[in-house]
């Protein structure tokens, strides 16, 4: 099972952004504080920019806690959560009018 977010424009529905991350590192959403944030979705990707940006910052300063996350059966990193983290930082950066939709 994997968490699927995509930024979309209201209007038209079109999609410039699509990821797809696997659930079992929820654990390190969790302790960032955004697993909210990416499980149901914002209207406005600009609005995410800096909840993501101290999400990374968190991460990097405290790496080895994050890597301690990472699951037993090998399906997910911290590597892999925080490319995710930096990728739809960046994807809504550029784009803060769409909208991130999520599918859990």
Not at 60 to 83: E, I, M, T, Y
Request: with cysteine; glycine share 6%; hydrophobic share 40%.
């Amino acid at each position: 099972m994997s968490l699927d977010v995509y930024l979309t424009c209201k209007h038209c529905k079109h999609s410039v952004l699509d990821l797809n991350i696997t659930h079992n590192i929820s654990p390190m959403w969790s302790k960032l504080g955004i697993r909210d944030l990416l499980y149901t979705g914002q209207p406005r990707a600009g609005d995410l920019v800096e909840p993501l940006t101290l999400a990374i910052r968190a991460m990097r300063d405290d790496w080895p806690a994050f890597a301690a996350l990472n699951p037993s059966n090998g399906w997910g990193s911290a590597d892999g959560a925080l490319r995710f983290l930096v990728e739809l930082r960046d994807a809504c950066e550029a784009n803060p009018e769409l909208s991130l939709e999520a599918s859990p």
